[in-house]
């Protein structure tokens, strides 16, 4: 049976509901995973998605800030939301289907403009993150034959996730001591990138453009951001890809994009 993931970096989602809703109408995704909902799980939008046909919620909010959620028209049950680093951050969240798949949405910290721990905290706690992530993994790798991993993990780990390797080395998001760390998080439980399984490592692959290009369009200076992994026993069920390019045209956009993942279950 055909089953479609979505993730998505909505950058608040009640600012930006009727692009949820538009979306869901036109794609109609089994599951659409968020973050970055910026809200409290009282004043979520429960409504608009149970009209749009997604009345099963998970929900892990935060007044103003990070937030993760996910809808699905088939039911599941919530196993975790987690408080990594003990930031107290809305962060994670996962659950599971009744075929016993299970389904991860991280947000990472995106960790700020300084690419130096020791001067920056923001990219420490980004740093202590994925390391947190990795030990996780590692940990449930046996217990977890049938996951999926999807959302902002806010790294473009491979040299054609950026617009320029060179030129992105030093700048958060691309530095090496975080794309080795995610390597680490992805090895650390198997992880097969979904994504790359249907578009070569060789090809430029973006989910995000800037809101500080003047026409990101043809400017076209992107990042792979966003992700969606599945557990090698998922790999052969894998059907395809969609980077949703366009939505970056939408009226008031998020500057990510969303992804969808098809596979047979």
Request: hydrophobic letters at 45%; proline letters at 6%.
């Amino acid at each position: 049976m055909p089953f479609t993931i979505a993730t998505w970096n909505i950058n608040s989602v009640r600012l930006r509901i009727d692009l949820v809703t538009r979306f869901l109408a036109e794609h109609g995704p089994d599951v659409l995973c968020l973050q970055e909902t910026k809200t409290m799980d009282d004043a979520f939008p429960r409504q608009a998605f149970a009209a749009a046909g997604y009345g099963h919620l998970a929900i892990a909010g935060q007044k103003g800030y990070h937030g993760v959620a996910i809808a699905s028209r088939r039911p599941f049950d919530i196993l975790d939301r987690p408080d990594w680093c003990a930031m107290g951050d809305a962060r994670h969240l996962a659950v599971r289907f009744a075929d016993g798949l299970l389904l991860d949405n991280f947000y990472v910290p995106a960790g700020g403009d300084e690419p130096d721990p020791a001067r920056n905290p923001k990219f420490d706690h980004k740093l202590k993150f994925l390391g947190e992530m990795a030990a996780w993994g590692a940990a449930r790798r046996a217990t977890a034959a049938r996951a999926i991993l999807v959302g902002d993990l806010n790294v473009a780990p491979l040299e054609h996730d950026v617009w320029s390797h060179k030129q992105l080395r030093d700048v958060v998001s691309h530095t090496p001591v975080e794309t080795d760390l995610l390597a680490t998080v992805q090895s650390a439980q198997g992880w097969v990138d979904a994504m790359r399984h249907f578009v070569p490592a060789t090809e430029k692959l973006y989910s995000w453009w800037s809101y500080r290009a003047r026409d990101w369009q043809a400017a076209d200076r992107g990042r792979r951001l966003d992700h969606v992994w599945v557990t090698p026993a998922l790999t052969g069920a894998l059907r395809r890809m969609t980077v949703l390019r366009d939505a970056r045209g939408w009226d008031k956009p998020s500057d990510h994009v969303p992804v969808l993942v098809t596979l047979d279950l």
